[in-house]
């Protein structure tokens, strides 16, 4: 049987491609090397599936997206934030927006959506085939032939949709195998890196603060001792490093500077001028006769944090406050408002929810996903070189890039 299209990998692109091309009526062959569809889809959103943000396409802040993000307007002009909830409604999934615009099914559960998708490509008469791996591509003349299974079985069509994502948390099966195939194919593959992770830094002492977090912390990223990028949000300390919101949404763009030496200085009273605060500080130290430096401490920064204090500004504990010198006041104020650890590396793919880097977006139509190089051959989601910060930005290039490339498959 030759198919009219092959869909190599079934998470969300790769659903939504087969599902929109079996609504045009194509004979489609959806293939996954796991034993079950949407594997890494149950893990999105701690298990509840953020399934998109409400200002995913938005043109004003579509440039969270870095770089590349120009490519998108086509895709979401085809299918935007509020056609993908109408496309959930129909299949019985009823979702809700959250705080910061997140967008999850109101029964909080990925796999309510994993059973929808697989309901309708049932229902679409979708061939899946489970449990088996992809091993080859051929391609000939600008046109892809067939595909060879790692069982060596050969499987013919007349187009071939590519969503088999990138290589973050491998374990759910994303390990990088479309990077090969395209590559052999002759498409260009801009580095993949890990995205959306923690970072290592190389000062030991955070190990002091391990699960330490804090709000609102102003975050600035130096390279080589000029800052590049300031950001405010949460943080949480880890034992070799930091991580939490802002510093997962900091980790794509730490990741490109990381060829040069970078910093993070981190300020714990962001929302304190330097100079207000030194200020203040010198006023409740002058204000209070025999207070000690610890019950002070103790009445600004979580207890955790006091050692390191102690440790960074060499000024004893049981000081009494009032006699704390200007130049031991500055040194304080320093380590509270001008923190700085050095990024060693970003923690690994198996720790990262997005693989930054990808296939060349210039090889791509963006109003199609179809192939430069090969008429027949289209490509969605995290394969592509493109990706978003958390809260649900990157299951929507999944939803998208899907909906098109399923959508513009060459039927005869």
């Known amino acids: 049987m030759i ?88 299949l019985g999934v009823n979702t809700k927006i959250e705080d910061n615009g997140r967008i999850f099914p109101k029964s909080n559960k990925a796999s309510d959506v994993l059973l929808a998708l697989s309901e309708q490509l049932e229902e679409n008469n979708v061939e899946v085939m489970l449990g088996l791996m992809v091993k080859e591509i051929v391609g000939n003349d600008k046109k892809i032939e067939k595909i060879i299974m790692g069982n060596n079985k050969e499987i ?7 969503a088999s994502g990138g290589k973050s948390y491998p374990k759910t099966g994303s390990t990088g195998d479309g990077y090969s195939w395209l590559t052999n194919l002759g498409h260009t593959i801009n580095n993949p890196r890990p995205a959306l992770t923690p970072i290592v830094v190389k ?11 804090f709000k609102n912390i102003g975050i600035n ?65 002058h204000s209070s006769n025999n207070k000690m430096f610890k019950n ?15 440790q960074l500004t060499k000024i004893s504990e049981e000081k009494i406050i009032n ?29 990262a929810m997005i693989t930054a880097g990808g296939v060349d977006v210039k ?6 996903m179809q192939s430069k190089l090969y008429d027949n051959l289209f490509l969605a989601g995290e394969i592509l070189d493109l990706d978003g910060p958390t809260g649900g930005y ?6 998208s890039t899907g909906y098109v490339a399923g959508n513009n498959i060459i039927l005869s």
């Not at 599902?19 to 194509?26: C, E, F, L, T, V």
């Not at 000062?203 to 977090?213: A, C, D, W």
């Not at 990157?394 to 939803?399: E, I, R």
Request: with cysteine.
């Open 3 to 90: 198919y009219d299209v092959i869909v190599i990998g079934g998470g969300p692109a790769g659903m939504m491609s087969a599902i929109q091309a079996s609504n045009r009526g194509a004979s489609v062959l959806l293939v996954e090397k796991n034993n079950t569809l949407g594997f890494k889809l149950l893990a999105t959103g701690n298990s509840r599936c953020n399934i998109s943000n409400i200002s995913a396409d938005n043109k004003q802040i579509i440039d969270v997206y870095g770089s590349n993000s120009k490519f998108l307007f086509s895709a979401f002009n085809k299918l935007n934030v509020n056609n993908t909830l109408s496309f959930f409604a129909d």
């Open 156 to 162: 013919f069509a007349k187009n071939f949709i590519i």
């Open 203 to 213: 000062e030991k002492i955070v190990k002091q603060l391990e699960g330490l977090s």
């Open 394 to 399: 990157n299951l929507q290039v999944c939803w």
């Open 363 to 368: 090889e791509i139509d963006p109003k199609t």
């Open 296 to 310: 002070y401490l103790s009445s600004v920064v979580p207890p955790k944090f006091l050692p390191v204090i102690f």
């Open 221 to 285: 990223i130096y390279q080589n001792d000029k800052k590049v990028i300031n950001r405010v949000g949460d943080i949480i300390f880890t034992a070799d490093g930091v991580s939490g919101p802002v510093i997962i949404d900091l980790s794509s763009a730490i990741g490109v500077l990381l060829s040069e030496r970078v910093s993070l200085h981190i300020d714990f009273f962001s929302e304190t001028g330097i100079k207000e605060f030194e200020e203040k500080m010198q006023n409740d130290f």
């Open 323 to 351: 006699t704390i010198t200007k130049e031991e006041r500055q040194i304080l104020v320093k380590v509270l408002k001008d923190f700085i650890l050095e990024v060693k590396k970003l923690k690994g793919f198996d720790r």
